[in-house]
């Protein structure tokens, strides 16, 4: 009878550990988001908890989204932002400068 009832505090001892382990777990995104002062906390928190339901689907993607952002470099698209700006720029000036071209043709035409 004793070793009945020490079968069952074990077994609900285990299975306690396991509920919480899976939850400390699924917060392991989160806490690196917290240390990397990521913009998106606590929609990655609260996405942590939507994985629990959907049988742990979302976990990897939120290790990776957790993980993409760094303080020091943001998302990392800064040279390309730049490159992409400086394109932009030169593209708004060969538009200006053939705008000036067609009113010229246009006024000379009349």
Do not use: C
Request: hydrophobic share 50%.
């Amino acid at each position: 009878m004793v070793l009945d009832y020490i079968a069952l505090g074990i077994l609900v001892f285990v299975v306690l550990v396991m509920f919480y382990g899976i939850i400390v777990i699924h917060d392991i995104p989160y806490e690196i988001a917290k240390h990397r002062n990521h913009p998106h906390q606590d929609a990655i928190h609260v996405a942590g908890w939507v994985s629990l339901f959907t049988l742990h689907v979302l976990w990897p993607f939120l290790w990776i989204w957790a993980t993409i952002y760094r303080p020091d470099r943001g998302w990392g698209f800064t040279q390309r932002l730049q490159h992409d700006e400086t394109e932009i720029s030169a593209l708004k000036e060969e538009l200006a400068a053939l705008q000036a071209r067609m009113t010229t043709l246009e006024q000379t035409d009349k």
